[in-house]
Antibody, heavy 121, light 107 residues
Framework: EVQLVESGGDLVQPGGSLRLSCAAS????????MNWVRQAPGKGLEWVSG????????YYADSVKGRFTISRDNSKNTLYLQMNSLRAEDTAVYYC??????????????WGQGTLVTVSS | DIQMTQSPSSVSASVGDRVTITCRASQGVSSWLAWYQQKPGKAPKLLIY???SLQSGVPSRFSGSGSGTDFTLAISSLQPEDFATYYCQQAHSFPLTFGGGTKVEIK
């Protein structure tokens, strides 16, 4: 059974930094692309970032490009999101999401339970 | 970027009703489209992928159709556990994008 457990969410001041982690189990982590998707309070889903199975190819939404960095450690079965220069509009629940198969297409997501990031002074 | 537009944004329906939700892409996404269900305080759950393929374990009352720019999610006979918000997502190109969501409420 796929398990994705996010951690690292916290209250942080505007301009601050935070690193989220996603511990994966129940599948061969190194074979699947991974993603971060966020949901602001009372709002819809917004894809934030994705990374290929090898880690060689990261992708970002324009809203976070240059501020967030996605990475993975396949030896530790863990996905990361380094978040810098945080803004109030980054406040959201951040979900870790595994793609459904090893094709090139990033969808058919399995989801973690999410971790809350609050950016406020 | 490909914009995904869902309609309606909300719908009120009764148990046993047939409900249809549409999702329109601003440019063609072939069949690289998924539908998710989300209940309050919970993570989304995959229902449909490749526009019309039912995810394992999902009840057959859910179905998806369409290709290119126009897609539909149908619930043939609404059950109490189906009251939730539904999202479409395109995987044709980056950035990946979701529709704005459709909330299915109890009439």
């Amino acid at each position: 059974e796929v398990q994705l457990v996010e951690s690292g969410g916290d209250l942080v001041q505007p301009g601050g930094s935070l690193r989220l982690s996603c511990a994966a189990s129940g599948f061969t982590f190194s074979s699947y692309a991974m993603n971060w998707v966020r949901q602001a309070p009372g709002k819809g889903l917004e894809w934030v970032s994705g990374i290929s199975a090898s880690g060689s190819n990261p992708y970002y939404a324009d809203s976070v490009k240059g501020r967030f960095t996605i990475s993975r450690d396949n030896s530790k079965n863990t996905l990361y999101l380094q978040m810098n220069s945080l803004r109030a509009e980054d406040t959201a629940v951040y979900y870790c999401a595994k793609v459904g198969d090893s094709s090139a297409y990033y969808y058919r997501f399995d989801w973690g339970q999410g971790t809350l990031v609050t950016v406020s002074s | 970027d490909i914009q995904m537009t869902q309609s309606p944004s909300s719908v009120s329906a009764s148990v046993g009703d047939r409900v249809t939700i549409t999702c329109r892409a601003s440019q063609g996404v072939s069949s690289w489209l998924a539908w998710y269900q989300q209940k309050p305080g919970k993570a989304p759950k995959l229902l449909i992928y490749a526009a019309s393929s039912l995810q394992s374990g999902v009840p057959s009352r859910f179905s998806g159709s369409g290709s290119g720019t126009d897609f539909t999610l149908a619930i043939s006979s609404l059950q109490p556990e189906d009251f939730a918000t539904y999202y479409c997502q395109q995987a044709h190109s980056f950035p990946l994008t979701f529709g704005g969501g459709t909330k299915v409420e109890i009439k």
